[in-house]
C-alpha cells in the first residue's frame, strides 16, 4: 500500500484542494498550500500538482473526478460522501481513497427514521387531506410491534438502529457477510431470501457495489410480504426501478425513497404519481449537522496527512 503521507519533494510545499475556502476553516495545520474549488470554474492550480483532494460535495461524478482526468495524481483523495461510488473507478495507482465515515450517520438515519414514520403514519396523505381540507380520520400502521429489516449493517445501519430502539420495533441486521456484535448477531446478505419474508419495514443503508446494484430486484421485493415498506437512503441503483413499480401499481408493497434510479427524477417519471410512494430528493445527509462534521474529518484528516500519522476511513488504494 502506497504512504498516505506528505512526503513531497523538500522545496515545495504540499497542495491541498478543498471544497471549502480555507478561511472558513480555522485550524488547518501549518505547511501544505490550501487552495479553494468548489467545482466550478477554472481549476485553482494545475491538477498534476495536487497532493491532497477533497472533492466538492454533493457534485456529479463528471465535476467530481474533472481533476483526475486532468492529470491529478494526488496522495490522497478525501471525500465528504460515505458512498465512494462516484469517484471509486477515476482514482489513479498509488492514491489512497478515504470515505466520509462520521459524517452522515446522524443525519441519513434521522432521515430513514423519518421517511419510515411518515410513510406508516400515512403522513403525505395527512398533508394533501390539510390542502384539501379534508378530515382522514382512521386506523393507522404503527412502527410499534413491527420487524425492521436493515440491509447494510455498517455506522449508518447501526445508528439507524440506534434510533429504532425507543420504538419496540424488533430489529434485523444484515451485512455483507455474518458477524457478531454487541447488539445481537448480523446475518450474511446471503440470507436475505429467508429473512425478507418475515420483515414490515426493510431499510437499506448499503454501500452501492457491483454485488448491491439491483440488489433489490424482482425476486428481492417478490419474498417482502404484503403490504411492507421499502426505505432507500442509500443509493438509487441498489434498487431496480422497473421492478419496484411494478409492485408499487399493484399495491403490493410501498417505499419511501430518499434516492431513485434515475436521480434526479425528470418531470413526468411515472414514480412520482405511483401509488403508496414517499420520495424526497437525496438530503440524507444534507443538514446542519453535515458542515460541523465535515469540517472536523477535513482537519483530522489533513493533520495525519501532515505528520505522517495514517488516514482513518481509508477505502481503497488505486
Same mark, same amino acid.
Given at each position: 500500500?502506497?504512504?498516505? +503521507?506528505?512526503?513531497?519533494?523538500?522545496? #515545495? *510545499?504540499?497542495?491541498?484542494?478543498?471544497?471549502?475556502?480555507?478561511?472558513?476553516?480555522?485550524?488547518? @495545520?501549518?505547511?501544505?498550500?490550501?487552495? *479553494?474549488?468548489?467545482?466550478?470554474?477554472?481549476?485553482?492550480?494545475?491538477?498534476?500538482?495536487?497532493?491532497?483532494?477533497?472533492?466538492?460535495?454533493?457534485?456529479? @461524478?463528471?465535476?467530481?473526478? #474533472?481533476?483526475?482526468?486532468?492529470?491529478?495524481?494526488?496522495?490522497?483523495?478525501?471525500?465528504?460522501?460515505?458512498?465512494?461510488?462516484?469517484?471509486?473507478?477515476?482514482?489513479?495507482?498509488? +492514491?489512497? !481513497?478515504?470515505?466520509?465515515?462520521?459524517?452522515?450517520?446522524?443525519?441519513?438515519?434521522?432521515?430513514?427514521?423519518?421517511?419510515?414514520?411518515?410513510?406508516?403514519?400515512?403522513?403525505?396523505?395527512?398533508?394533501?387531506?390539510?390542502?384539501?381540507?379534508?378530515?382522514?380520520?382512521?386506523?393507522?400502521? %404503527?412502527?410499534?410491534?413491527?420487524?425492521?429489516?436493515?440491509?447494510?449493517?455498517?455506522? &449508518?445501519?447501526?445508528?439507524?438502529?440506534?434510533? !429504532?430502539?425507543?420504538?419496540?420495533?424488533?430489529?434485523?441486521?444484515?451485512?455483507?457477510?455474518?458477524?457478531?456484535?454487541?447488539?445481537?448477531?448480523?446475518? %450474511? &446478505?446471503?440470507?436475505?431470501?429467508?429473512?425478507?419474508? $418475515?420483515?414490515?419495514?426493510? &431499510?437499506?443503508?448499503?454501500? !452501492? +457495489?457491483?454485488?448491491?446494484? *439491483? /440488489?433489490?430486484?424482482?425476486?428481492?421485493?417478490?419474498?417482502?410480504?404484503?403490504?411492507?415498506?421499502?426505505?432507500?437512503?442509500?443509493?438509487?441503483?441498489?434498487?431496480?426501478?422497473?421492478?419496484?413499480?411494478?409492485?408499487?401499481?399493484?399495491?403490493?408493497?410501498?417505499?419511501?425513497?430518499?434516492?431513485?434510479?434515475?436521480?434526479? /427524477?425528470?418531470?413526468? *417519471?411515472?414514480?412520482?404519481?405511483?401509488?403508496?410512494?414517499?420520495?424526497?430528493?437525496?438530503?440524507?445527509?444534507?443538514?446542519?449537522?453535515?458542515?460541523?462534521? %465535515?469540517?472536523? !474529518? &477535513?482537519?483530522?484528516?489533513?493533520? $495525519?496527512?501532515?505528520?505522517?500519522?495514517?488516514?482513518?476511513?481509508?477505502?481503497?488504494?488505486?
Amino acid at each position: 500500500m502506497a504512504d498516505s +503521507t506528505a512526503d513531497t519533494a523538500p522545496d #515545495r *510545499h504540499p497542495t491541498v484542494w478543498l471544497p471549502i475556502p480555507p478561511d472558513r476553516l480555522p485550524g488547518l @495545520p501549518e505547511g501544505p498550500e490550501y487552495l *479553494h474549488w468548489d467545482g466550478e470554474g477554472d481549476f485553482p492550480s494545475d491538477p498534476v500538482g495536487v497532493d491532497f483532494y477533497v472533492p466538492p460535495y454533493m457534485k456529479p @461524478p463528471q465535476v467530481v473526478t #474533472r481533476p483526475l482526468r486532468h492529470g491529478a495524481r494526488p496522495r490522497v483523495v478525501q471525500t465528504l460522501t460515505a458512498g465512494v461510488d462516484n469517484v471509486l473507478d477515476a482514482i489513479p495507482p498509488g +492514491t489512497v !481513497l478515504c470515505n466520509a465515515r462520521g459524517v452522515h450517520e446522524a443525519s441519513t438515519a434521522e432521515l430513514a427514521l423519518t421517511l419510515t414514520l411518515a410513510s406508516l403514519r400515512a403522513i403525505p396523505r395527512f398533508v394533501r387531506g390539510q390542502d384539501a381540507e379534508r378530515w382522514y380520520a382512521g386506523v393507522y400502521p %404503527a412502527l410499534a410491534d413491527r420487524t425492521v429489516l436493515i440491509v447494510g449493517y455498517g455506522s &449508518i445501519g447501526a445508528a439507524v438502529e440506534a434510533r !429504532l430502539t425507543p420504538f419496540e420495533c424488533a430489529v434485523v441486521r444484515v451485512a455483507r457477510t455474518a458477524r457478531e456484535t454487541p447488539g445481537g448477531v448480523v446475518h %450474511a &446478505i446471503s440470507e436475505l431470501p429467508q429473512l425478507l419474508p $418475515r420483515a414490515d419495514v426493510v &431499510i437499506l443503508t448499503t454501500p !452501492l +457495489t457491483d454485488a448491491t446494484r *439491483h /440488489l433489490v430486484d424482482a425476486d428481492f421485493l417478490a419474498r417482502m410480504k404484503d403490504g411492507a415498506l421499502l426505505v432507500n437512503v442509500a443509493r438509487g441503483p441498489v434498487v431496480e426501478t422497473k421492478s419496484l413499480l411494478a409492485e408499487l401499481e399493484s399495491g403490493r408493497l410501498r417505499a419511501a425513497l430518499d434516492v431513485t434510479d434515475p436521480e434526479p /427524477l425528470p418531470p413526468g *417519471h411515472p414514480l412520482w404519481h405511483a401509488p403508496g410512494v414517499l420520495i424526497s430528493p437525496h438530503v440524507g445527509g444534507s443538514t446542519s449537522a453535515f458542515q460541523p462534521r %465535515a469540517e472536523r !474529518l &477535513i482537519r483530522a484528516q489533513l493533520r $495525519r496527512f501532515t505528520t505522517g500519522e495514517p488516514l482513518e476511513n481509508v477505502v481503497a488504494t488505486g
